[in-house]
Structures are given as structure tokens and as C-alpha cells.
């Protein structure tokens, strides 16, 4: 199979027996993120990097990523010039919030707040800033890439077609995004016969992690303790990456 700096990813992760190839990869575009703003490289010393740092911040679960990572130095550093236009913000919406009167549809509405349309400039802050992350974008950005990347391949790579219809399936959101993608990408018999393979893919193993989890279960049985655990021992994570996408039994990612 002839790689190249843009498939050897994709490949490396449908090499990889991974419940879903897209998680990989994700997880990689993550690590890279983290990496690159806290690594040896110092990236969060560019003016460049520390003004998109800035202006976007990070979600609770990045926070953490970079609380783990270790470099206490740069992230102080990141959170020091964040927090001084965070209060610049704070002070203008306390400010508008203080010197507006709520309208007349405002009044009407229900008394308990729904998060999801924030009737204050402060809820709709707040709000924005939660929807806003240096890392996520990262991802955001370059998962696109490796979506079209998989239906070149697919399209004219034989080596590449076997390793799909040899894999694992994905998880759900992966899925789900494969199976729309797909809409778009291939056309007549090429798109049918994508879908009788990816289908195929999902249910059987789907169907393989119920019976492994099953079995985990089952093996906590005193009458099954001397029978051999097969593939369930760690059939609780992959059941939980193949719902939902991500990996929850991974060690701390550390500089």
C-alpha cells in the first residue's frame, strides 16, 4: 500500500485493531495538541499561540489533560494572560447586565433557566465560552481531513478496502459520521455497497462486545471462577468507547 504523509495516520490507525479507527485518531490529534502548547517546543511562549490561547481558552476536560500533562510553568503562563482578558469581559458584560432592564418576552418566561437559550448577556457569555476550546478546535479542524482522507482510500486503495472490511466497526458518533459522509462521497452501486459493509461491521461487533461484557458478568459467577475470561476482561472500556467514542481507561497523558 503506497502511504503518504496524509494516509499513514488513517492507516496506522486501521492497523491498529482498534474498536474504532476515528477514536484513534482522535486521541492522537489530542496528545499532538497538548504536546505542542506545553511540550519541550514551548509554543505557549509564541504571541501567535498565547492569542488564540487567549481568546479561546479550553473546556473542563482539556483543563484537566493540562493539569495532568505537568508543565505547572506554562500553563501558568497561558492562564495568566487568559484570566487578564477573561476580566477585561467579565467587567463590560457585569457592566451591561447592570444597566439593562429584562424585556417584556424575558418576563414571560418560565422561571427555571434553560441553559440552551440564555436570557441574559452574562448566560449568553458564558455560554459562548463553554462552546470555545484551543484543543477541541485542533481537533475540530483536522478531523475533517482524515473523513476525506478514509473515502479517497477507499475509493482507490484495494489494500486500504481490505483493511475496513477487516476491522472492528467504529464507535456511534463515528458512525455517524461515516454513514452521512457517505451521502455525499459515493454514488449508486459504490455507496451501496459501502453501507452492506459497514453495517455488517457495526452489528457484528456489536453484538461480539455484548457477549464479552456479558461474559465478564458471568465469569464473576463462583461456578464459572476456574473458566478462562476469553476477551472480557477489559470489555467494560471498549463497551463504553464503542457507545459514546474516547478511551476511559487510559493511563494520564504526561509530558
Not at 39 to 65: A, N, V, W
Not at 208 to 214: K, Q, Y
Amino acid at each position: 500500500m503506497k502511504e503518504s504523509i496524509y494516509t499513514m495516520p488513517l492507516i496506522d490507525a486501521f492497523r491498529s485493531s482498534d474498536e474504532c479507527p476515528f477514536c484513534f485518531i482522535e486521541r492522537e490529534l489530542e496528545h499532538h495538541a497538548v504536546s505542542f502548547i506545553l511540550g519541550s517546543g514551548s509554543s505557549y511562549m509564541e504571541d501567535d499561540i498565547r492569542m488564540e490561547t487567549d481568546r479561546l481558552g479550553f473546556c473542563r476536560h482539556h483543563y484537566k489533560m493540562m493539569f495532568d500533562y505537568g508543565n505547572r510553568l506554562g500553563t501558568a503562563l497561558m492562564l495568566s494572560t487568559h484570566f487578564h482578558k477573561l476580566n477585561q469581559e467579565l467587567e463590560k458584560q457585569i457592566h451591561d447586565f447592570s444597566h439593562s432592564k429584562p424585556s417584556f418576552l424575558q418576563k414571560l418566561k418560565k422561571s427555571s433557566p434553560d441553559p440552551s437559550q440564555p436570557g441574559t448577556n452574562i448566560g449568553a457569555w458564558v455560554t459562548e465560552k463553554e462552546s470555545q476550546c484551543y484543543i477541541c478546535n485542533h481537533i475540530h479542524q483536522n478531523y475533517p481531513r482524515y473523513l476525506s482522507t478514509f473515502f479517497e482510500l477507499y475509493l482507490h486503495n484495494e489494500e486500504f478496502v481490505s483493511l475496513f472490511q477487516n476491522s472492528k466497526g467504529f464507535c456511534l458518533p463515528h458512525f455517524r459520521d461515516l454513514t452521512e459522509e457517505a451521502q455525499i462521497r459515493l454514488k449508486g452501486k459504490e455507496q451501496s455497497a459501502f453501507y452492506t459493509t459497514l453495517f455488517s461491521l457495526m452489528q457484528t461487533n456489536f453484538k461480539r462486545l455484548e457477549e464479552e461484557v456479558t461474559w465478564f458478568v458471568d465469569k464473576c459467577d463462583y461456578l464459572n471462577r476456574d473458566k478462562d475470561w476469553g476477551n472480557s476482561k477489559d470489555s467494560i472500556q471498549r463497551c463504553m468507547q464503542k457507545a459514546a467514542g474516547g478511551y476511559p481507561a487510559d493511563s494520564v497523558f504526561t509530558e
